[in-house]
T-cell receptor, first 111, second 114 residues
Framework: GQQLNQSPQSMFIQEGEDVSMNCTSSSIFNTWLWYKQDPGEGPVLLIALYKAGELTSNGRLTAQFGITRKDSFLNISASIPSDVGIYFCAGRETSGSRLTFGEGTQLTVNP | EAQVTQNPRYLITVTGKKLTVTCSQNMNHEYMSWYRQDPGLGLRQIYYSMNVEVTDKGDVPEGYKVSRKEKRNFPLILESPSPNQTSLYFC?????????????FGAGSRLTVL
């Protein structure tokens, strides 16, 4: 199965900094999802994107569905310690296909 | 509370000793799936089920079995576990497998095979 390329693999930042991570695919996707996994828990959905060019915010989080439909990014503004965790992108090629997950971005926020 | 429940959360076992990880959801979801999470590899799908008695292989099915006799339950079976199956396992479900349906994950089951 296809694997999405997610970068960076890890980030170490200071509280208050902005964060950006992205995913790219060799295939065209019609759905992009961003999940966050807290330590010891399962992934939880942050943002879902369904249209090319779509820009969606959820509090301090903003995600965009790339115009080419082969990429997506997630931005976190003014990071706080509870933003720590692993962020996963996930994409779906067609309406009936399975989700493919990126490798994850491990975020560490220093107070 | 709507949720996906996995058991056990933690398990240490030995090579060759059959084990089952249970998964149950209370949301009347048709679609259920198992993933394993390994460092640097993200979430890889093991098996999935579109509905009762309908199961199919994911990307890494070798060494695993599943069954879907009831809508709410989707157990993962390791008939003869090996050390390379040491991993963090997640069960997930959604109403259907489709564009607008997002997955709800369980809390995970950490398995160590010695």
């Amino acid at each position: 199965g296809q694997q999405l390329n997610q970068s960076p693999q890890s980030m170490f930042i200071q509280e208050g900094e902005d964060v950006s991570m992205n995913c790219t695919s060799s295939s065209i996707f019609n759905t992009w999802l961003w999940y966050k996994q807290d330590p010891g828990e399962g992934p939880v959905l942050l943002i879902a994107l369904y249209k090319a060019g779509e820009l969606t915010s959820n509090g301090r989080l903003t995600a965009q569905f790339g115009i080419t439909r082969k990429d997506s990014f997630l931005n976190i503004s003014a990071s706080i310690p509870s933003d720590v965790g692993i962020y996963f992108c996930a994409g779906r090629e067609t309406s009936g296909s399975r989700l493919t997950f990126g490798e994850g971005t491990q975020l560490t926020v220093n107070p | 509370e709507a949720q996906v429940t996995q058991n056990p959360r933690y398990l240490i076992t030995v090579t060759g000793k059959k084990l089952t990880v249970t998964c149950s959801q209370n949301m009347n979801h048709e679609y259920m799936s198992w993933y394993r999470q390994d460092p640097g590899l993200g979430l890889r799908q093991i098996y999935y089920s579109m509905n009762v008695e309908v199961t199919d292989k994911g990307d890494v099915p070798e060494g695993y079995k599943v069954s879907r006799k009831e809508k709410r339950n989707f157990p993962l079976i390791l008939e003869s576990p090996s050390p390379n199956q040491t991993s963090l396992y997640f069960c997930a479900s959604s109403l259907f497998q489709g564009m607008a349906n997002v997955l709800t994950f369980g809390a995970g089951s950490r398995l160590t095979v010695l």
